[in-house]
């Protein structure tokens, strides 16, 4: 029981990193319902950028954290802005390919700037164990669900309660009814991105501090599990970004627990399969046929 107990902490642990980053994947189809492959580099850059601003600036958590977030949500909307916008009438496949150029660019202009090797994270607060009935709970675990629930909670009264949530709802539905209405229709693709790479830059750090560890292409095999778990939730539902993320953490925990580590990457994959097959639309999601 003990055992049970302490993987489900760990899958709690690693599905929330993961709930933030399907949580950009499903705003951004959502509402030009374009994938954005580049949205696992953006986690990768808000990691990068908490190791220099911890090691150099000497910032806090809350400090890196916020900064990071910062860094994610403008490196989110310099994307939308000058490689997605000028796309926006061609078809899809052309932003799709593009979307993927712009990973590959990422990837590899941070390899040669900084170098492909992988980094220490800096370790901004100290760890530490807590010992419940035999059950091992870090603070740093305990911080990164924190911080993932905040802002998730962040993100829906954003959706829901503000002038801005609104017009996203308005845009998702019908751009052009939307824009009749007056609502400024690039403001609110751009709001969007911010909000999701925003989120995807505090996962970097959150992971960062979680394994110790960062690289150029950290953001690669995150980003198609985050990818998988918004379609698992339904792509383009908030809550089921959240309910997929956390159910990839629990089945990837689960296959490390049984020694099976080395498979755990190739079941998110058979997942995401099966779900393709068997529930296109995914758990919360609409069924609707979209041609790509």
């Known amino acids: 029981m003990q055992t049970v107990l302490q993987q489900v902490i760990n899958a709690l642990s690693l599905g929330a990193v993961y709930a933030l980053l399907a949580l950009g994947y499903t705003m951004v189809y959502g509402i030009i319902k374009l994938i954005n492959f580049a949205h696992g580099d953006i986690y990768m850059l808000g990691a990068f950028w908490a190791y220099y601003v911890i090691n150099f600036w000497h910032l806090n958590f809350i400090g890196a954290l916020l900064s990071s977030m910062v860094i994610g949500a403008l490196s989110g909307v310099v994307i939308e802005y000058f490689a997605y916008r000028p796309l926006r009438n061609s078809p899809r496949i052309a932003v799709l390919i593009t979307a993927i150029g712009v990973s590959f660019l990422l990837e590899n202009g ?36 924190a911080t993932a629930l905040i802002l998730m909670v962040l993100l829906q009264i954003i959706i829901q309660k503000t002038k801005m949530g609104r017009a996203m709802r308005a845009v998702s539905v019908d ?95 058979l997942v995401l399969i099966i779900i393709l097959l068997f529930l296109p639309s995914g758990i919360f999601g609409k069924n609707t046929r979209e041609k790509v």
């Open 110 to 145: 941070m390899s040669y700037l900084f170098g492909a090797n992988p980094r220490s994270f800096p370790q901004v607060i100290k760890q530490f164990n807590f010992n419940i009935g035999g059950v091992l709970i870090s603070n740093i675990q305990i911080l990164i669900l």
């Open 175 to 269: 751009p052009e009814a939307a824009e009749l209405v007056g609502v400024d229709v690039n403001h609110t693709i751009s709001f969007t991105f911010a909000l999701g790479s925003a989120l995807a830059g505090a996962a970097g750090v959150l992971i960062g501090m979680y394994y110790n560890s960062i690289d150029p292409l950290m953001g690669m095999t995150p980003g198609i599990k985050a990818f998988v778990a918004a379609v698992l939730g339904g792509i383009g539902s908030i809550p089921g970004a959240s309910v997929g993320g956390f159910l990839i953490g629990i089945l990837e925990t689960f296959f490390q627990s049984i020694g099976l580590s080395a498979y755990k990457d190739a079941v998110v994959y």
